[in-house]
């Protein structure tokens, strides 16, 4: 399959199987985790299918002018994937093997900055390979330290511009949930976190927090049997007490000469 602009000629074309990809670290510890946090309620809450693909730095094939392009974007969601999973383990190719990302997001590098690379030669930058290559709807970057989230949508021109927030978040068009900053702790790690939002403003849990949420639900529910257990407990002392109140009054009308009517 091909597409051809004005510059340059895409093919959209399998990978070959000997192709080395990139094995190089990721620019710090922070960026595994920011992922796999993304793709942790999506899972959760099952809102991931067999037929999609979520893939964290991990590539995204095209040839451009007869050279073949790879990017792995820090985090991706595919909305559809024609293939089995197996045939996409190792990389994958938009057209021909599914549906182009509907979001990449990326997480600001304090030292490379390709983020918002535009540039056109070969290799292109990621700004130009997601927008003009891909033409990936909306893209991502995300600055941790600091917390700071942009969300550009590609336009009726083919152009990324800002998108603007609703309430500090992004609506995702792909996903049909909103995207935004949340701080607090995830294992150890302290500090801001992206995280998604249902339509009704409903922050989707991790699985830790449901985890949490289902021990401190145990946790009442042993509370609610044991209140239940020293009620029980103290009704029956207090049948008790009132049986022993009546046989002593019994005992003291027979001391008296007196029998009870029974």
Known sequence: ???????????????????????????????????????????????????????TNYGVCARLDGKIVVKA??????????????????SYTPHLQGDIP??????????????YSIKPTYPPGKWYFYE????????????PQQGVLEVYQLNDSGRYILQQPQENRY????????????????????????????????????????VEQERQRAQQERQRAEQ?????EQERQRAQQEQQRVQSLIAQLRAAGIEPEA
């Open 1 to 55: 399959m091909t597409t051809v602009t004005a510059k340059t000629k895409i093919t959209w074309e399998k990978l070959p199987d000997d192709f080395p990809l990139p094995d190089e670290p990721v620019d710090n510890i922070d960026q595994p985790a920011l992922a796999a946090a993304l793709s942790d309620s999506l899972e959760v809450t099952g809102r991931l299918r067999e037929t999609m693909l979520v893939a």
């Open 73 to 90: 974007p820090d985090w991706m969601y595919i909305p559809r994937i024609e293939v089995s999973q197996e045939f996409v383990r190792r």
């Open 102 to 115: 509907g979001i990449v997001i990326e997480f600001l590098s304090d030292t490379e900055g390709g983020e």
């Open 132 to 143: 003009q290559v891909l033409r990936v709807p909306q893209y991502g970057i995300f600055e």
């Open 171 to 210: 609506w995702i068009d792909t996903l049909g949930l909103f995207l935004g900053v949340w701080e607090g702790t995830k294992g150890n790690r302290q500090g801001y976190w992206l995280r998604w939002w249902d339509e009704s403003g409903q922050l989707l849990p991790w699985g830790v927090e449901l």
């Open 228 to 232: 239940e257990r020293q009620r029980a």
